[in-house]
């Protein structure tokens, strides 16, 4: 049974940058049907989708963090990892790292969905 | 971008009660809609993928549909159980969550 375990500090620093690891256990990183993924969710607020990489380590962002994201995967480790830069007080949030089953549709474009989630860690952005 | 409109945003029901919650999106292109259930403290549960499959473990009061360009989640007999918090997710976005409370 494939599960996931997010690692990482609880608060950090404005302006530092976030790190945080998720070890995938029961099951490989090496998978051509998933997408390795990270999700936050503010206190109080919906989920908002943060990026994946796919185990050849091409990676994907959403729009209005990729300036500040960096995704990648070890498949010797088993796990992947996510960098945020420049933190202020809005990226306060519960980090999920997730498994995204995934299709190439008929216009080119990916489609997926979350099928397996991490626990969570609350992370807190203050000094 | 795709955007995503959840309606409503909260819904009062009671045990046994049939309720539905819907999903626009902007752009229609694709039907790998998913539907997650929340509860305070857990990660998101995806309960059905592809609009309408039902994921394992599941019970199949829940259930989803598209038409047109209106996804449904509908709960056939509410259960105690199922007081939370629902979301959708096409892709890269979530809808704005719907929080089902006991009437």
């Known amino acids: 049974q494939v599960q996931l375990q997010e690692s990482g500090p609880g608060l950090v620093k404005p302006s530092e940058t976030l790190s945080l690891i998720c070890l995938v256990s029961g099951g490989s990183v090496i998978s051509d049907t998933s997408f390795w993924s990270w999700i936050r969710q503010p206190p109080g607020k919906g989920p908002e989708w943060i990026g994946h990489?796919?185990?050849?380590?091409?990676?994907t962002s959403a729009p209005s963090l990729k300036s500040r994201v960096t995704i990648s995967v070890d498949t010797s480790q088993n796990q992947f990892s996510l960098e945020l830069n420049s933190l202020t007080a809005a990226d306060t949030a519960i980090y999920y790292c997730a498994r995204a089953s995934f299709i190439k549709n008929d216009y080119g474009d990916y489609n997926w969905y979350f099928d397996l989630w991490g626990r969570g860690t609350l992370v807190t952005v203050s000094s | 971008d795709i955007q995503m409109t959840q309606s409503p945003s909260s819904l009062s029901a009671s045990v046994g009660d049939r309720v539905t919650i819907t999903c626009r999106a902007s752009?229609?292109?694709?039907?790998?809609l998913a539907w997650y259930q929340q509860k305070p403290g857990k990660a998101p549960k995806v309960l059905i993928s592809k609009a309408s499959t039902l994921e394992s473990g599941v019970p199949s009061r829940f259930s989803g549909s598209l038409s047109a360009t209106e996804f449904t989640l509908t709960i056939s007999g509410l259960q105690p159980d199922d007081f939370a918090t629902y979301y959708c997710q096409l892709s890269g976005t979530f809808g704005q969550g719907t929080k089902l409370e006991i009437k």
């Open positions: 752009q229609t292109l694709s039907t790998w």
């Open positions: 990489v796919y185990y050849s380590g091409t990676t």
